[in-house]
């Protein structure tokens, strides 16, 4: 496949989509989806391909109220393969144990109720589709459109990027002219959305991701922890 030539633009994205799916079909392919507006994007051009498309959502248990009423209203609206993916343990009883972890070790939180359910959660799959983009942050500025990635189990699936090299704009233009509902979040000036401890609005000209955990780090694990294969 010619991926590293079709970096740019919207038809790219599509032309991705298109050779995974004829090569690999669509039987077993999947969708994480934390329904931020890069998701909702690879979304809207899976399912009309993959009616039936696990879309997989990381249940944290600590959203924001926000996030689980949009979540639940598209899913309806467009009758989703909803998936929840839900840690061994729930809120109390991780913070029973062993504290509030988002407090006190954030890394190990994201561990608990992020990397571990999901890495258990793709094992079924041979295509993994992200919303991930380069520009997001300086840790996924040499993201590939396609790569083979490992999970701990040493199972290996093809992590695929369609929107690895677009832009903001490219995001929101799209967005708009296809009509799609978005995380009200964003209007309150919120660039990058995950848990709600954890998600502040950033500085005016800093990283979109900067908001995340404090600035104390930029990624959660997920895409850290499962690694590209030799």
């Given amino acids: 496949m010619?991926?590293?030539?079709?970096q740019r633009g919207e038809l790219a994205a599509d032309q991705v989509i298109e050779e995974i799916l004829a090569g690999h079909g669509s039987d077993h392919v999947c969708l994480t989806c934390s329904f931020q507006a890069e998701d909702m994007i690879v979304l809207d051009l899976l399912r009309k391909r993959v009616p039936?498309?696990?879309?997989?959502?990381?249940?944290?248990?600590?959203?924001?109220a926000e996030t689980y009423t949009y979540r639940d209203r598209i899913?309806?609206?467009w009758s989703l393969n909803l998936v929840n993916i839900v840690p061994a343990k729930t809120v109390a009883q991780q913070e029973s144990e062993l504290g509030i972890l988002y407090q006190s070790n954030p890394t190990q939180c994201c561990q608990l109720r992020?990397?571990?359910p999901l890495m258990n959660a793709l094992e079924p799959y041979e295509v993994?589709?992200?919303g991930l983009r380069r520009e997001q942050s300086p840790t996924r500025r040499?993201?590939?459109?396609?790569e083979t990635h490992?999970?701990?189990s040493g199972r290996q699936l093809l992590k695929v990027s369609p929107l690895a090299a677009w832009d903001w704009k490219q995001v929101w233009r799209y967005t708009v002219e296809n009509n799609i509902e978005y995380l009200p979040l964003y209007d309150r000036g919120y660039s990058s959305i995950g848990c709600e401890p954890c998600t502040k609005i950033p500085e005016a000209g800093a990283?979109?991701?900067s908001g995340r955990w404090g600035g104390a780090k930029l990624e959660c694990g997920i895409h850290t922890f499962s690694k590209p294969a030799d």
């Fill in 2 to 6: 010619t991926f590293e030539l079709q």
């Fill in 52 to 64: 039936n498309l696990p879309v997989l959502f990381l249940e944290t248990g600590y959203h924001f």
């Fill in 75 to 77: 899913a309806k609206q």
């Fill in 114 to 116: 992020k990397v571990e």
């Fill in 128 to 130: 993994w589709f992200t």
């Fill in 142 to 146: 040499n993201l590939k459109l396609v």
């Fill in 150 to 152: 490992q999970l701990p």
């Fill in 207 to 209: 990283d979109p991701r």
